[in-house]
């Protein structure tokens, strides 16, 4: 069965960039493509983008070009940077495997936004 | 963008219950829809793919049908551990996948 796990700081200043990385376990990363979703705090979930093995990436246009999504098919991981940050950014960021629905899912990490 | 409205937002039913949440498209997504299970604390898990088709390990009492604009989710006989926040998610509008906003399942 396929493991995801984020990893990255659990907090980033305001106008930084957040950066996370999902390391996958159990199976390729040529198998799915992977997504970053991410939920504030007792609120909805946001779908924020996905990659494929070949780089080929697509993101939510309402975070407009503030997001990027790289993978490293050598080390199995996906990553995820975020320009510009505010408090708005806070929430549980997960990674997922799947590009239209969501198979497998890590544990979330929070990442707070604060000076 | 496509807004998807989950009804109801909160729902407290018994053990052994028939439980069914809908979800309203904004326009015509055919079956590009799915549902998730969010337990406290706990990431979601996709239970339901493409409005009917169940997850692979997932239970046969949860099921999904639909397709257009209304949609429904339904629990046939509610059990303790289903106690979770529902979503439904669309894909049709892409890159611009939605989920609702969410019903939080009580007992």
Redesign the interface.
Known sequence: QVQLQESGPRLVKPSETLSLTCTVSGGSISSYYWSWIRQPPGK????I??IYYNGNT?????LKSRVTISVDTSKNQFSLKLTSVTAADTAFY?CAA?G????Y????TLVTVSS | ?IQMTQSPSSLSASVGDRVTITCQASQDISN?L?W?QQRPG?????LI??AFNL?TGVPSRFSGRGSGTHFSFTISSLQPEDIATY?C?Q?DD?????????TKLEI
Do not use: C, I, M
């Not at chain 2, 706990?42 to 996709?46: F, I």
């Not at chain 2, 892409?94 to 969410?102: E, L, N, R």
């Open positions: 909805g979930l946001e779908w983008g996905y697509k993101s939510n246009p309402s997960y799947g239209v629905r969501f198979h899912w890590g544990q979330g | 963008d590009y799915n998730y706990k990431a979601p898990k996709l793919y493409d997850e979503y998610q894909y892409v890159p611009f996948y939605t989920f609702g906003q969410g």
